[in-house]
């Protein structure tokens, strides 16, 4: 496998999953001609998977389409010619054409999010058809159920190089995200380890506790917080609010 630079002043913490996204698209842009060049990358929402991918767009110069649930066939091969500034023939068909043209031309990957999108409109062969078309890379990103869900493709299933499952946040990852995001505020060891705790592995939710303790410091006008600082104010876990019931 390729090994990859580090990431170094990009506005991204360098996260696991930022690695893996990464490793995962170069193994597909540099593979030997006979194997397949499909990657795929899953796992529940929050895992930052999608700024993962805005990552591996950029250092790649992928091409780089979200899929949306309202997207038919023609609007997603819209949006891919669109992100390539390329005028849109008039049929999906001359569409997919010109995709596969294009990532033929330039050697360029695709990247696709939310790739569930597709699955669910039964699009997953036209990914397929400018794979086929143009030969290049294209990383994939959806769900944790993603992989089942594209079984039923069995053409499309069996041209993924790698599953790469995302992986859940670790205490570097969230050092890495402290670091990042907490410029103004301190943050002890003791006090992120149960902000990763009530987290529960999720970067989405590390990064809003993150922001509630700085906030939450800066208004008391301190500049550091610990565990016992913290005492026994609420972090956010991703659950909604019990409703406080006056009898």
């Known amino acids: 496998m390729s090994q990859i630079e580090p990431i170094v002043n990009s506005g991204t913490a360098p996260l696991a999953n930022v690695s893996l996204c990464l490793n995962a698209l170069q193994r597909a842009i540099s593979r030997p001609s006979h194997l397949p060049g499909l990657v795929c990358l899953y796992g529940p929402s929050g895992l930052g998977k999608t700024t993962s991918a805005t990552y591996a767009a950029n250092r790649h110069r ?142 989405r939710r590390i990064c809003v506790n993150l922001e509630l303790i700085q906030e939450n410091a800066l208004s008391q006008g301190i500049n550091c917080m610990d565990l016992s600082g913290w005492g026994k104010r609420e972090l956010y876990s991703g659950e909604a609010s019990r409703r406080q019931v006056r009898i």
């Open 62 to 203: 992928a091409y780089y389409v979200e899929a949306k649930s309202v997207w038919t066939k023609k609007a997603l091969v819209q949006a891919i010619l669109k992100e390539m500034g390329i005028v849109p023939n008039s049929t999906v068909a001359s569409m997919v054409d010109q995709i596969a043209e294009q990532l033929a031309l330039s050697g360029r990957p695709l990247i696709v999010d939310e790739m569930d999108h597709i699955v669910e409109r039964n699009n997953v062969e036209l990914i397929r058809d400018i794979y086929e078309g143009s030969g290049n890379a294209i990383l994939i990103i959806g769900e944790e159920q993603l992989p089942h869900k594209l079984s039923r493709w069995e053409r499309f299933h069996g041209r993924v190089l790698d599953w790469i499952p995302a992986q859940f946040a670790t205490f570097a990852d969230a050092i890495a995200l402290r670091k990042l995001y907490c410029p103004k505020v301190e943050i002890a060891d003791d006090l992120l380890k149960r902000v990763l705790e009530i987290s529960r592995g999720s970067v």
